[in-house]
């Protein structure tokens, strides 16, 4: 299975946002400072995301994104959806026309992983990745380089 860059990075922003959104508005470029995600594929990202509901912006300054919904309302399948990105392991995407317009003799098995991994997506919320140890720590740790590289340019000034 691969899960394109596309749903890779908005689980990954939205799973940023869920961590610092609590204080108030996270800044596309906050995240995509945090996260090594390009600002303009962000800013697409986030544009199907708050058409979906996902995020909620502020406008001016000190504005930024929230999530849409409670941490625990929004699960990984729903953030993947809204990017429309989906894993499909059929070869027809779906379509039934697996080999010379015919379903294949695998078809019903390749389906039937796709339909488990959708399943297992949307019983993973933001709220169940973000009380995760290693999550929070590799929060902490971010927060902390950030923290020294602004401290290192104070002292550079």
């Known amino acids: 299975m691969r899960l394109s860059t596309k749903g890779r990075y908005a689980v990954t922003a939205m799973l940023d946002l869920a961590l610092n959104g609590t204080d108030g508005p996270v800044t596309l470029a906050d995240i995509s400072e945090n996260q090594g995600i390009s600002l303009s594929y962000l800013e697409q990202l986030f544009a199907a995301l708050r058409g979906k509901g996902l995020v909620r912006g502020v406008r001016g300054p000190g504005g930024g994104y929230y999530l849409g919904r409670e ?4 699960s990984i399948a729903d953030i993947i959806c809204a990017v429309d990105e989906w894993v499909e392991f059929t070869r027809c995407k779906g379509r039934q026309n697996c080999q010379d317009g015919q379903r294949c003799l695998t078809h019903n098995l390749w389906d039937d992983l796709s339909q ?5 997506l949307s019983d993973i919320t933001l709220r169940d990745l973000v009380e995760r140890g290693e999550v929070r720590e590799a929060a902490r740790l971010e927060k902390k380089a950030a923290s020294q590289v602004v401290g290192l340019k104070e002292q550079a000034a």
């Open 71 to 74: 941490s625990d309302e929004i």
């Open 116 to 120: 488990q991994i959708f399943i297992f």
